[in-house]
């Protein structure tokens, strides 16, 4: 077994020549008991593509020699805080050298970047990898579920009240989801240059005025539900559910196959409404989070 020295770092903008290497590496981990989450919330779950590996901040990885001993992606999350996507080691025999030599440098770089905290979502099964974080001073915060919806059934539903948010309804759009979902810095700066990221947004309408909002991204196998949410004004009505049903329709009629989202496990109201629409739970997670 090499000694902790004897692994070399570098990074994937070094070494671009590593990149099918690293991706095949994150395919090995996509499910089952070992499953390592994707940091990019879209892509959960779903086989890593070339282009998951563009979208993360950077990808540090451990060397034994020519060999590519373990690999740990920086995803994006908010201006303070990023998400993991790893590590992962193909040989988990060498984890207690080869875990050292990522996590030192990733605190460095993070402290480099203004970056104060990190978080894991650690897939439930996968024992191992929650033990390995843990012992790097990472602790559990909440636990949270992946969802997912078949929208084969929505393709011929009725859209009344639920319609693609026009330009001109982007400061409603962005007041109802800063005011639903106050943590996020999805409205920040402004919802334009969200779309020209490639969400989509879409209202609901009751009585003549912005009653709900919803952000979405990603398409083709999956969507991905990032945000919906009615403001207090006007809960009790069932709005969110019509709200729902409108955006899974709207997605079915641009041709996605199914559509996924996230929902914190305490969020029981949220997690009644998404089952009683028919999603289905995929795997469950704990969200560890730790100082850089």
Same mark, same amino acid.
């Given at each position: 077994?090499? !000694?902790?020295?004897?692994?070399?770092?570098?990074?994937?903008?070094?070494? /671009?020549?590593? %990149?099918?290497? $690293?991706?095949?590496?994150?395919?090995?981990? %996509?499910?089952?008991?070992? *499953?390592?989450?994707?940091?990019?919330?879209?892509?959960?779950?779903?086989?890593?593509?070339?282009?998951?590996?563009? &979208? @993360? #901040?950077?990808?540090?990885?451990?060397?034994?020699?020519?060999?590519?001993?373990? &690999?740990?992606?920086?995803?994006?999350?908010?201006? +303070?805080? $990023?998400?993991?996507?790893? /590590?992962?080691?193909?040989?988990?025999?060498?984890?207690?050298? $080869?875990?050292?030599?990522?996590?030192?440098?990733?605190?460095?770089?993070?402290?480099?970047?203004?970056?104060?905290?990190?978080?894991?979502?650690?897939? #439930?099964?996968?024992?191992?990898?929650?033990?390995?974080?843990?012992?790097?001073?990472?602790?559990?915060?909440?636990?949270?579920?992946?969802?997912?919806?078949?929208?084969?059934?929505?393709?011929?539903?009725?859209?009344?009240?639920?319609?693609? &948010?026009?330009?001109? +309804?982007?400061?409603? @759009?962005?007041?109802?989801?800063? =005011?639903?979902?106050?943590?996020?810095?999805?409205?920040?700066?402004?919802?334009?240059?969200?779309?020209? =990221?490639?969400?989509?947004?879409?209202?609901?309408? !009751?009585?003549?005025?912005?009653?709900?909002?919803?952000?979405?991204?990603?398409?083709?196998?999956?969507?991905?539900?990032?945000?919906?949410?009615?403001?207090?004004? !006007?809960?009790?009505?069932?709005?969110?559910?019509?709200?729902?049903?409108?955006?899974?329709?709207?997605?079915?009629?641009?041709?996605? *196959?199914?559509?996924?989202?996230?929902?914190?496990?305490?969020?029981?109201?949220?997690?009644?409404?998404?089952?009683?629409?028919?999603?289905?739970?995929?795997?469950?997670?704990?969200?560890?989070?730790?100082?850089?």
């Amino acid at each position: 077994m090499p !000694h902790m020295s004897s692994y070399a770092l570098t990074d994937l903008d070094q070494r /671009p020549d590593l %990149a099918p290497n $690293v991706l095949a590496l994150f395919a090995t981990a %996509a499910q089952g008991s070992g *499953h390592v989450v994707c940091g990019l919330p879209a892509r959960m779950g779903l086989e890593p593509l070339a282009a998951d590996l563009k &979208a @993360t #901040l950077g990808i540090l990885l451990a060397m034994s020699g020519r060999r590519l001993a373990g &690999a740990l992606a920086i995803c994006p999350y908010s201006e +303070d805080q $990023v998400t993991l996507w790893g /590590p992962v080691i193909p040989d988990q025999r060498e984890q207690p050298q $080869v875990m050292p030599v990522l996590m030192q440098e990733l605190r460095r770089a993070l402290r480099e970047g203004g970056f104060a905290s990190m978080r894991a979502q650690i897939d #439930l099964r996968n024992r191992t990898l929650r033990a390995w974080m843990m012992s790097e001073g990472f602790a559990p915060w909440k636990d949270l579920h992946c969802y997912e919806r078949d929208l084969a059934p929505f393709r011929a539903a009725e859209i009344s009240d639920v319609q693609a &948010a026009a330009r001109a +309804d982007l400061d409603d @759009t962005a007041r109802i989801l800063a =005011e639903c979902f106050p943590d996020s810095d999805h409205h920040r700066p402004n919802l334009v240059q969200r779309e020209n =990221e490639g969400y989509r947004h879409y209202i609901l309408r !009751h009585d003549g005025k912005v009653a709900g909002a919803a952000a979405v991204q990603g398409g083709g196998r999956r969507s991905w539900l990032k945000l919906i949410g009615v403001p207090k004004s !006007h809960r009790g009505k069932h709005l969110a559910r019509h709200l729902l049903e409108g955006v899974l329709a709207s997605e079915a009629r641009l041709g996605h *196959h199914a559509i996924g989202l996230e929902v914190l496990d305490d969020n029981r109201a949220a997690v009644t409404l998404y089952e009683h629409s028919g999603f289905q739970r995929r795997w469950s997670a704990s969200l560890l989070i730790a100082p850089v």
